[in-house]
């Protein structure tokens, strides 16, 4: 199975710098140059450069709300960046030992039995797994230490 690593549609990227506002409604954060660099914008899945600025925000990647649309905080380069090209490879920002794989259905609730903490070595391989079943539309990809929301990952069409 062929898998496709993919950030945030440009559309919703577009609509938070247009109206400056988060999933709550509530206004972005805008902050000055990161000296340091590191923050992953979920848009182009890279980390913002250094000396750029960056937004941070509260943000539910879904398009309908329940109890499983979870909303966390994310980055996004400001101003607005190039999409990421949805990409069979691990997003090369994805630095840390592990991460939380979680896979839902179409209906965008977890299926539950499949969040797992996975080794950044095991991402391929656990998503695949996960997208072979017939009730996981789509993984996400998050955190281990702090449940944000990185990345998903779709069967590549």
Do not use: W
């Amino acid at each position: 199975m062929k898998l496709q690593f993919s950030g945030l549609p440009s559309a919703a990227v577009e609509a938070i710098h247009h109206t400056g506002l988060d999933s709550y409604g509530d206004p972005v954060e805008r902050h000055p140059s990161a000296e340091e660099g590191g923050m992953p914008c979920r848009h182009c899945l890279q980390n913002v450069p250094a000396g750029k600025p960056f937004l941070a925000l509260a943000h539910r990647p879904f398009t309908g709300r329940n109890p499983f649309t979870e909303t966390g905080p994310i980055y996004l380069c400001d101003p607005f960046c190039a999409p990421a090209t949805a990409s069979p490879d691990v997003p090369t920002f994805l630095s840390a030992p592990q991460y939380i794989l979680r896979g839902y259905g179409p209906d965008e609730r977890i299926v539950y039995g499949t969040g797992a903490v996975t080794p950044r070595a095991e991402l391929k391989a656990y998503a695949e797994t996960l997208l072979s079943r017939d009730d996981i539309a789509f993984v996400d990809l998050r955190s281990a230490s702090n449940n944000c929301f990185l990345c998903r990952i779709h069967r590549a069409e």
